[in-house]
């Protein structure tokens, strides 16, 4: 057995005694090691390989299988600016407290710094975006390595679940390796000198207990209180906190995110009740409780930022959300649980009752006057009406996102999943393609036409690998359509707006999905469109959904003001 497929071996098989079931591999020479032991593991059962050719697409493959399956992920590469292409997914990692391991293959420490081919350095690439990092030098024939190289394995694994209590997140384990690359021919080379076998029950060579968290102290109580729920890395705490509100009689905001029980405990189309700067002045509440991190809706961060507010936060982890620097108190997420006695008085239910009162009427006023159809609200509404029960929609960020949480009154699926963490528009169709590998109810996409493009080598899929059953909406308004509705698409600066932020692309969608061997249709109705998200996914099939962007502001703005209407009283 040569050194560097005896390491490879080793780790390969200490990250399945510690729970890793699927691998991402993105093919390259230094990394070859690797790829015949992950072969290996294969065909024994003991996990599933998915292999692609682009690194990017690689790492948010890894994330989407991560997000899915909540069990850590590794995604293996080869040297040089390979490990770097996975950057925007550790970021994104990092950020949404996603448990992904960077296994990196490279060039011994002695090339490092000296001109040789494909070398830089890459132990600390990612910075202060991996919870933990090691630089593993090349292996050499000597008795002992064994329980070095699988105790690392477990560290790694450690670090990226947050067992110990700390927050997941993404790993880098980076592993120098010299030639031979490829293993021995059958029967030659000579025995490694000690045993490399781990724990002979097939346990992780280190057992690491899950910490307790400590008892959290019961939140103060607070009659007029609102619960605004953002997006979280646990599923679980959202759960909790629309328990605990209910448990108090408080109202609840929530974003589109996660279980479809925290949005349908919520105020009906909250986000948009807190346009309705009237009613909102007439019905403030004395605290805002905020639960994860919010990121979609400006009227969230205003009425955070209303003078005389009390903000507390509820957070996962030491780095409280908190962009406006108004939180006067910050919890973990124990206080959720923690049982409390409350006093409430008839005029706190009373005020509560009118947040129930305004969503409901908002719904009813919404349902009376849908969006029509070529806007992306009208998409989000047919969606959310149309999907199957128990369906898993993974969300693209920019409008998609946000017709989503404007213009649905509860939840538009069963879970709703998104990259939340840097809510960038990269990774998306391979993150959806993760989450669908890993899920056996049906699962679907939302997106916007350049996020679709910016991941489309997500759809190069080799013959051997897994396909998903995963059907992924493509709202195509040909470029940037999510800056219509800011500031720079105000109409007095559409002199410059097209270039510089409309951003036409004027793509065949069609023709790139032929291109790729994945089905594509084109819907130009709400019935149309419910037809094809009726029916459960069958294979890779992408929906194309065309509409005018320069529609969007106008939408918003309509929405807007229905909503300001419903919820003005009559003289």
């Given at each position: 057995m040569t050194p560097s497929s005896a390491l490879a071996s080793v780790l390969v098989d200490e990250l399945v005694r510690g729970g890793v079931r699927d691998v991402v591999l993105a093919p390259g020479s230094r990394s070859a090691p690797f790829a015949y032991a992950l072969l290996d593991a294969e065909s024994a059962g003991r996990l599933r390989l998915h292999v692609r050719v682009d690194e990017r697409s690689a790492g948010f493959l890894a994330l989407g299988l991560a997000k899915g399956s909540g069990r850590p992920v590794a995604v293996?590469?080869?040297?040089?600016?390979?490990?770097?292409?996975?950057?925007?997914?550790?970021?994104?990692?990092?950020?949404?407290?996603?448990?992904?391991?960077?296994?990196?293959?490279?060039?011994?420490?002695?090339?490092?710094?000296?001109?040789?081919?494909?070398?830089?350095?890459?132990?600390?690439?990612?910075?202060?975006?991996?919870?933990?990092?090691?630089?593993?030098?090349?292996?050499?024939?000597?008795?002992?390595?064994?329980?070095?190289?699988?105790?690392?394995?477990?560290?790694?694994?450690?670090?990226?679940?947050?067992?110990?209590?700390a927050r997941p997140g993404p790993v880098h384990l980076d592993v120098c390796l010299r030639e031979p690359l490829v293993p021995d021919a059958a029967g030659a080379g000579e025995p490694w000198p000690d045993p490399l076998d781990g724990r002979p029950d097939g346990a992780p060579w280190v057992r690491v207990d899950r910490a307790t968290p400590p008892a959290a102290e019961p939140l103060e109580d607070v009659g007029r209180t609102l619960v605004v729920v953002g997006s979280l890395g646990d599923p679980r705490v959202g759960l909790d906190a629309v328990a605990w509100a209910e448990a108090r009689g408080h109202p609840v905001v929530a974003e589109p995110f996660g279980p479809a029980a925290v949005r349908e405990a919520a105020v009906a189309h909250g986000p948009l009740?807190?346009?309705?700067?009237?009613?909102?002045?007439?019905?403030?509440?004395?605290?805002?409780?905020?639960?994860?991190?919010?990121?979609?809706?400006?009227?969230?961060?205003?009425?955070?930022?209303?003078?005389?507010?009390?903000?507390?936060?509820?957070?996962?982890?030491?780095?409280?959300?908190?962009?406006?620097?108004?939180?006067?108190?910050?919890?973990?997420?124990?206080?959720?649980?923690?049982?409390?006695?409350?006093?409430?008085?008839?005029?706190?239910?009373?005020?509560?009752?009118r947040w129930w009162q305004a969503g409901a009427a908002l719904a009813e006023a919404v349902a009376a006057q849908p969006s029509p159809w070529g806007t992306g609200l009208a998409v989000a509404e047919a969606i959310s009406a149309s999907v199957p029960h128990g369906a898993v929609v993974v969300v693209g960020s920019s409008n998609p996102v946000r017709d989503l949480d404007l213009g649905v009154a509860h939840s538009v699926a069963e879970e709703v999943l998104g990259n939340r963490g840097l809510a960038g528009i990269d990774g998306l169709v391979s993150t959806a393609i993760g989450v669908a590998l890993t899920r056996a109810e049906p699962v679907y996409a939302l997106l916007g036409d350049l996020t679709f493009l910016h991941d489309a080598n997500g759809l190069l899929l080799g013959p051997d690998e897994p396909r998903p059953d995963l059907t992924v909406v493509v709202v195509n308004d040909?470029?940037?359509?999510?800056?219509?509705?800011?500031?720079?698409?105000?109409?007095?600066?559409?002199?410059?707006?097209?270039?510089?932020?409309?951003?036409?692309?004027?793509?065949?969608?069609?023709?790139?999905?032929?291109?790729?061997?994945?089905?594509?249709?084109?819907?130009?109705?709400?019935?149309?469109?419910?037809?094809?998200?009726?029916?459960?996914?069958?294979?890779?099939?992408?929906?194309?959904?065309?509409?005018?962007?320069?529609?969007?502001r106008q939408a918003h703005a309509d929405l807007r003001a229905l909503a300001a209407r419903a919820l003005t009283p009559p003289d």
């Open positions: 293996v590469t080869t040297s040089g600016t390979a490990v770097a292409n996975l950057h925007p997914a550790v970021l994104e990692a990092h950020h949404a407290a996603v448990p992904l391991l960077v296994l990196s293959a490279d060039r011994p420490h002695e090339l490092r710094g000296t001109g040789a081919n494909q070398t830089t350095q890459q132990p600390g690439i990612f910075g202060g975006a991996v919870r933990w990092s090691a630089d593993l030098p090349a292996p050499v024939v000597r008795p002992g390595l064994g329980p070095f190289w699988r105790s690392t394995v477990c560290r790694a694994l450690t670090a990226a679940t947050g067992s110990t209590g009740v807190l346009t309705a700067g009237d009613w909102l002045d007439a019905h403030a509440p004395e605290r805002v409780v905020v639960v994860g991190r919010v990121t979609l809706a400006r009227g969230v961060g205003a009425l955070l930022r209303r003078p005389g507010l009390r903000v507390e936060v509820v957070s996962e982890g030491d780095a409280w959300p908190d962009p406006s620097h108004v939180a006067a108190a910050v919890h973990p997420v124990g206080v959720l649980r923690a049982a409390a006695e409350t006093a409430r008085t008839d005029e706190d239910d009373a005020w509560a009752g040909d470029g940037g359509g999510i800056f219509t509705t800011l500031e720079p698409g105000a109409p007095e600066r559409s002199a410059s707006f097209e270039r510089a932020f409309g951003t036409p692309t004027g793509t065949d969608l069609a023709s790139l999905c032929a291109a790729h061997g994945v089905g594509h249709v084109r819907v130009d109705s709400a019935a149309a469109l419910a037809d094809e998200v009726g029916r459960e996914p069958e294979g890779l099939r992408v929906v194309e959904v065309r509409v005018d962007r320069s529609g969007h």
